[in-house]
């Protein structure tokens, strides 16, 4: 790729300055999958899919006795697997109590990798993380 010269050849830059191009694009894109929004539902609908559930709550988050098993009290939040996941956060998370839906541009990414990370907590310890303010981040 050098012409007879000691200077490299056009031919040589044009193919160092696409590498480097395509470098940055691999690099965007890997955190751009790893820390996006749509990134962190798809690895929320993964987890909850292979939750293995005992309870049945309505939409709402609140206990039924009929039809399948669908929902987990994490003590933080009551999470509600379905067609739109939803889960309900309790003051004790340190924020306000709120229903949050699990849709894009519906909830914040920071609260669907703390849901996702405390329902993986549960599967595979059994237990919950405790609710109460020295677990507020205070």
């Known amino acids: 790729m050098r012409d007879d010269e000691d200077t490299p050849s056009m031919s040589?830059?044009?193919l160092r300055v696409g590498t480097?191009?395509?470098v940055v694009v691999l690099i965007a894109?890997?955190?751009w999958d790893m820390f996006s929004e749509s990134a962190a539902l798809r690895?929320?609908?993964a987890t909850a899919k292979n939750y293995r559930y005992a309870e049945r709550?309505?939409?709402e988050g609140n206990l039924i006795a009929t039809g399948q098993p669908n929902c987990v009290d994490l003590n933080h939040y009551v999470f509600v697997y379905g067609?739109?996941?939803r889960a309900f956060r309790r003051a004790c998370s340190g924020k306000t109590a709120?229903?949050?839906s699990f849709e894009a541009g519906k909830v914040a990414r920071s609260e669907i990798n703390l849901?996702?990370?405390m329902l993986q907590f549960r599967a595979g310890n059994g237990v919950n993380s405790p609710c109460g303010p020295y677990d507020s981040g205070k």
């Open 12 to 14: 040589c830059g044009l």
């Open 20 to 22: 480097l191009c395509l």
């Open 29 to 31: 894109i890997l955190f």
């Open 43 to 45: 690895r929320l609908a």
């Open 57 to 59: 709550c309505d939409a």
């Open 83 to 85: 067609p739109v996941s």
């Open 98 to 100: 709120a229903m949050l």
């Open 115 to 117: 849901v996702e990370k």
